[in-house]
């Protein structure tokens, strides 16, 4: 539990770093993505969720919003990291019409699943009811996604590790890890069909992946800007 109220806010700490950008008109893709990844933890945390689920007309309902959020945060960073590593095939594979068929091809799975279901305990994810296949189905495909996003930017990522440049390489780094630990949890997420308490492991290695994701869009926001200072600077 205190894990994931941990996650929350240190990925609400660092998507506050691109408030002002956003308040000024400037990065707001990223600062929509960094809202979105940023609501999907938070919604899933145990006392925001109870409450919105006693609210809710169908229960767990909740959960299938903070897909959607995820999701979205995720197609909206992949996009900004793809364009920033100037790779349009791999822009065009997460959110051009090829991108935009795989986004709506797992949710809407995820949805199917979610109305066969039928669960009323109140859990994120359907947890309590992993005994379930089709529970333990619907959370794997939830890390299908991240890990397609993941796969696409990897190894453009892995070049900036060998950047000349400081910033690169640090976003590069921060980046690698995170969509490395996004692979992995899709592959525990594929443990979990088989053996349901490897979803715990798999959990935390999923806030941790956003995390790692969050710092190094981050450190590219940071440098970005002491780019813009030190051109200022001498040109003043």
Same mark, same amino acid.
């Given at each position: 539990?205190?894990?994931?109220?941990l996650? =929350?806010?240190?990925? =609400?700490?660092?998507?506050?770093?691109?408030?002002?950008?956003?308040? *000024?008109?400037?990065?707001?893709?990223?600062?929509? &993505?960094?809202?979105?990844?940023?609501l999907?933890?938070?919604?899933?945390?145990? %006392?925001?969720y =109870?409450?919105?689920d006693?609210?809710?007309p169908?229960?767990?309902?909740?959960d299938?919003?903070? $897909?959607?959020a995820?999701?979205?945060g995720?197609l909206?960073?992949?996009?900004?990291?793809?364009?920033?590593?100037?790779?349009?095939?791999?822009?065009?594979?997460?959110?051009?019409?090829?991108?935009?068929? @795989?986004?709506?091809?797992?949710?809407?799975?995820? !949805?199917?699943?979610?109305?066969?279901?039928?669960t009323?305990?109140?859990?994120? %994810?359907?947890?309590?009811?992993?005994?379930? #296949?089709?529970? *333990?189905?619907?959370?794997?495909?939830?890390?299908?996604?991240?890990?397609? /996003?993941?796969?696409?930017?990897? #190894?453009?990522?892995? $070049?900036g590790? &060998?950047?000349?440049?400081?910033?690169? $390489?640090?976003?590069?780094?921060?980046?690698?890890?995170?969509?490395?630990?996004?692979g !992995?949890?899709f !592959?525990?997420?594929?443990v979990?069909?088989?053996?349901?308490?490897?979803?715990? !492991?798999?959990? @935390?290695?999923?806030?941790?992946a956003a995390?790692?994701? =969050?710092?190094?869009?981050?450190?590219?926001?940071?440098?970005? /800007?002491?780019?813009?200072?030190?051109?200022q600077?001498?040109? &003043?």
């Amino acid at each position: 539990m205190l894990t994931g109220y941990l996650i =929350a806010v240190v990925l =609400a700490a660092l998507a506050l770093t691109r408030l002002p950008g956003a308040i *000024r008109g400037r990065n707001m893709l990223i600062a929509l &993505s960094a809202a979105a990844i940023v609501l999907a933890f938070a919604l899933i945390t145990p %006392d925001v969720y =109870a409450a919105l689920d006693r609210f809710s007309p169908i229960p767990n309902l909740v959960d299938l919003v903070a $897909k959607l959020a995820l999701f979205t945060g995720l197609l909206l960073a992949g996009t900004q990291v793809a364009r920033a590593w100037r790779t349009p095939e791999t822009q065009r594979r997460i959110s051009g019409l090829p991108g935009v068929l @795989v986004f709506l091809g797992v949710f809407v799975a995820e !949805v199917v699943i979610f109305a066969v279901v039928h669960t009323t305990s109140s859990a994120p %994810d359907l947890a309590d009811n992993l005994s379930s #296949p089709l529970v *333990r189905l619907y959370s794997t495909l939830a890390t299908a996604y991240p890990a397609y /996003i993941a796969a696409l930017l990897l #190894p453009h990522v892995r $070049k900036g590790l &060998s950047s000349s440049q400081g910033a690169t $390489k640090a976003t590069s780094r921060f980046l690698f890890v995170g969509f490395v630990l996004a692979g !992995v949890r899709f !592959v525990l997420g594929l443990v979990t069909l088989l053996l349901p308490a490897t979803y715990y !492991v798999g959990q @935390v290695v999923s806030g941790v992946a956003a995390i790692f994701v =969050a710092l190094g869009l981050a450190t590219a926001f940071f440098a970005r /800007i002491g780019r813009q200072r030190a051109a200022q600077r001498q040109y &003043s």
